[in-house]
């Protein structure tokens, strides 16, 4: 059996950190997009004259100086294909074409979106009944639509769905959106930016070919809707990095929903990172809303350089803390949300040393956009039914970690497509420190569990100690930057809770690797792992 350093070696994913173009992707480090989307409020009922009001109100609003920039136009302008293969639009909702109304929205300072489905039919033509979005999905025809949308009509970015290629055809995902990059990038000769709408986490794939992935299924106005898509991008975390995101949908907000649950809709939007795309009609929108819209500090969460996006940190009393590092890694500044999904008030208490903030710490209402004085130790908020408190800490010192959550890993074989029996994933625990574990990682040398961020301040000798669900027929391989870490006997007795297991570990000075799986065998369910320096 190959050597578990070798097998990690071959199975990682690099990743280029240069700011440049590459493999037609737009920079590494571009954050979220923020624009407009035409879809939540008209689905295919759209016309040119809806798109330019939508677009001047952009400016006249002050959306656009806020830092939302794209009008994007979503399914409905189709009218049909020609027999030589060429795309038309509607003639009578777009008299004037979409190359002049491109030009009309760039002329505004503001980029350009459209749309497509992976398959021949659009999502429209079959839960709208919109007979026009037959057989002009791009199926067939992408180098010719690429070719149509960016260098003819100048578009900017594409969202791309899948109705026609899953309903339809059931088409296999990864090889579609591989083709239609491929297309585009040998087609077009500057950046496009790609949104794959899947309405699941299609798989860590998707990172080589869009700037964002939908995670879900369509949003609704409705509070249900929203609490189940934070639900589903709670544990992705690891998955947001470099320039790409996970897609929450475009947001609901001027469209019903409470204050709260707005607060709680665009604040989670924010410090998780997702594309900012409103769905409402820009010309009635409510102060309120508009206002929510514009809060400079959660915009500035959501398009911080780190372009990181918050992880659970506490799951207690039927509430969640999320944390992320903004500006700069590992500086004193954090932010950090206390969310209430449920419909009863709820108290959340935070040590500080568990997000590794210590001394005196400065702390700031983003939603308020208020001081609100300093803390020493600990933080305790109640929060009302289905509210959210966002707020920016700024402490003295950052301290070393000292545990890591089996839900914070990245895992190179998850999707949440339902397509494997067995696949691995986050699983509810009562028993987990998080409540969650990683359930069936192992069984091949592709699927592991990886920390990449395991941070050390000085190196040295450590206890490393795993916290895992025993059960018989389960295997543990760890790797530790490169070095397989041995003598690790496991319990194989379940029903009896959590289980530890511990190790002396090597680490260096900074950002460390710890790799977790099974060649040949299924892990255990994998709970946390602590580390303890082993001072001499």
């Known amino acids: 059996m ?29 954050p979220p997009i923020m624009g407009w989307s035409s879809w939540n409020t008209y689905r295919v009922n759209i016309r040119e004259e809806l798109i330019k009001k939508q677009a001047d109100a952009m400016i006249s609003q002050g959306l656009k100086d806020a830092g939302y920039s794209f009008i994007n136009i979503d399914d409905g302008f189709f009218g049909y294909r020609d027999d030589d293969g060429k795309l038309h639009t509607h003639p009578e909702r777009f008299p004037g074409g979409l190359k002049s109304l491109s030009g009309y929205i760039h002329s505004l300072g503001l980029k350009a979106g459209i749309y497509s489905d ?21 199926y067939g025809y992408e180098k010719e639509d690429a070719d149509l949308f960016f260098n003819e009509w100048k578009f900017d970015f594409i969202k791309i769905d899948y109705c026609g290629a899953g309903q339809e055809l059931s088409l296999e995902e990864r090889k579609r959106y591989t083709e239609i990059r491929d297309a585009i990038d040998k087609t077009v000769g500057r950046p496009v930016y790609l949104n794959i709408c899947r309405w699941a986490f299609p798989g860590t794939w998707a990172k080589n070919i869009a700037q964002s992935w939908r995670i879900s299924e369509d949003i609704s106005p409705t509070w249900n809707s929203v609490k189940h898509i934070i639900e589903k991008n709670l544990y992705l975390a690891a998955y947001a990095k470099q320039g790409h995101y996970n897609d929450m949908d475009m947001l609901e907000i001027g469209r019903g929903l409470k204050r709260e649950e707005e607060e709680v809709h665009f604040g989670l939007w924010c410090i ?55 500006e700069k890694e590992r500086s004193n500044t954090r932010a950090v949300a206390f969310y209430n999904p449920s419909d009863t008030t709820c108290s959340l208490y935070l040590d500080l040393k568990d997000i590794e903030l210590g001394g005196k710490v400065e702390v700031k209402d983003l939603l308020r956009g208020r001081f609100e004085g300093r803390a020493i130790n600990s933080l305790t908020y109640t929060l009302a039914p289905r509210s959210v408190k966002i707020i920016k800490l700024k402490a003295e010192k950052r301290l070393e970690p000292v545990k890591y959550e089996a839900e914070w890993a990245y895992l190179p074989e998850y999707s949440d497509l339902g397509t494997k029996k067995k696949q691995v994933h986050y699983a509810y625990s009562a028993e987990a420190s998080g409540k969650r574990v990683i359930r069936f990682v192992g069984g091949s040398s592709e699927n592991y569990a990886e920390w990449d961020n395991v941070y050390s301040e000085k190196g040295g000798k450590y206890e490393l100690t795993i916290s ?9 391989e760890v790797d530790v930057n490169g070095t397989k870490v041995t003598g690790l006997k496991l319990e194989t007795f379940g029903g009896k809770g959590i289980a530890t297991v511990t190790a002396h570990v090597n680490l260096k000075a900074g950002k460390n690797i710890i790799k977790m799986g099974s060649s040949r065998y299924w892990a255990p369910d994998l709970d946390a792992f602590t580390l303890k320096p082993l001072r001499e």
């Open 468 to 476: 895992y669900l025993p059960e018989a027929q389960r295997k543990l």
């Open 272 to 326: 998780m990172s997702s594309p900012l795309l409103i769905g409402c009609d820009l010309t009635t929108i409510p102060e309120a809303s508009l206002n929510l819209l514009k809060n400079k500090e959660l915009i500035a969460l959501n398009q911080d350089p780190l372009g990181l996006q918050a992880y659970v940190v506490s799951h207690k009393n039927g509430g969640y803390i999320l944390v992320k590092d903004v």
């Open 118 to 138: 992976a398959g021949s039919n659009t999502c429209g033509s079959i839960w709208d009944k919109d007979l026009n979005g037959i057989g002009v999905g791009l």
């Open 2 to 30: 190959p050597s578990l350093p070798s097998i990690f070696k071959a199975c990682a994913v690099c990743f280029s950190l240069l700011s440049t173009t590459i493999n037609g992707l737009a920079s590494s480090f571009d």
